[in-house]
C-alpha cells in the first residue's frame, strides 16, 4: 500500500482569505489559482502495517508540532475512507524555496492527497481529492486540478472542492518569480482575518471579482485576468495589514519588484505583479516579453525563476518513489 505522487504550488488569483471552519478548512469565499511548473512537490506514502507509528519527513527532517497536526487531518480522513488503521510512512521534497510566498503547502498538501489516496486504493475523481487535500490546506484543492482552477466555498465535501478552468492562456502565460525571503504566518493571518474592519468590504467586492476572473479566463484575456490578480493582490495586503497583529509582509525589494512592473508596463509590457501571503514576488507576463521581464525583475537585486503553467496533481511510477 504506496504510492508517490508530484504536485505543483499555486499561485492565487483571486485569493482566500480567513476560514468559517478551521478543522475543515472551508473558506469564507471562492478563490482561483494557477499552477506554476517545474516547481513541485514529490511525496511517497505507505500505509505499513508494521509501524508503531506514523512517521512524516519533509526535505529531510522529520515533521512534529502543528506542521504534523496538518498532515495527520488528510492521512486520519484518507483512513476513514478507506476503512484502516494501518500507521504511514511519509517522506516529501521540494524543488523550490519553502515559506517565502510560494505556495508550498498547496503543492504539498496536494501531492500527500494524491499519494495516500492511491496508496489506499481509493478510486477518486480529481475534485473529489481536492477535498482531501483542503483538510490540510485549501490551497492545496486547486493544486489536485491544476492549471487555472477555482475552490467554491460550501460547508461539506460536496460543496468545496475546486474544478479546473479552461484558458488558452496556458501555453502562453510565463511567471518570473522573484525571491525575497521572509518568514509568514500565514495560518495565523487567516485565523484573524475577519477581525479586520476591511474583510467585510473584501467579502462585498470578491464575489464580482471571482465571476470577473472566470470570464476573462475562458475568454484568454491576459490583460483583464492578471489585472485583476494584482489588485486582488493589494486588497489581500490590505486586509491582513488592518487585522489584530497588522500583519506587513512586504520587504523593501518586494515594492522595488512592483515599480519595476509598473514601470515596464509604461513601457508597453503585458506584465502584472501578484503576491500571495509573503514578500516574494510573482510577476505574470507573457512568452513574448518574459526575457525582458526577468532581466528588469533580477536588476531588483532578487533571485528568479521562470515559470509556465503546472498540469494537476499525479501518481508516478513505483521507481520515482522517494523509498
Known sequence: MKATAKAHPIQGLVKYHGMRDEELRLPYHDSISVCTAPSHTVTTAEFDPGLDEDVYVIDGDQVGGRGAERIDAVVDHVRELAGIDHHVRFESENSFPTNIGFGSSSSGFAAAARALTAAADLDMTRPEISA???????SAARAVTGAFSHLRTGLNDEDCR???IETDLEDDLRVVAAEVPAYKETEEAHREAADSHMFEARMAHIHGQIA???DA????DFDRAFELAEHDSLSLAATTMTGPAGWVYWQPRTIEVFNAVRDLREAGVPVYFS????ASVYVNTTADHVDRVEAAVADCGVDT???GVGGPARVLEADEALF
Request: proline share 0%; net charge positive; aromatic share 4%.
Open 305 to 307: 525563476h521562470v515559470w
Open 132 to 138: 482531501v487535500a483542503r483538510r490540510g490546506s485549501s
Open 212 to 214: 470577473e476572473a472566470r
Open 162 to 164: 475546486s474544478e479546473r
Open 275 to 278: 503576491v500571495d501571503t509573503g
Open 217 to 220: 479566463l475562458r475568454a484568454g
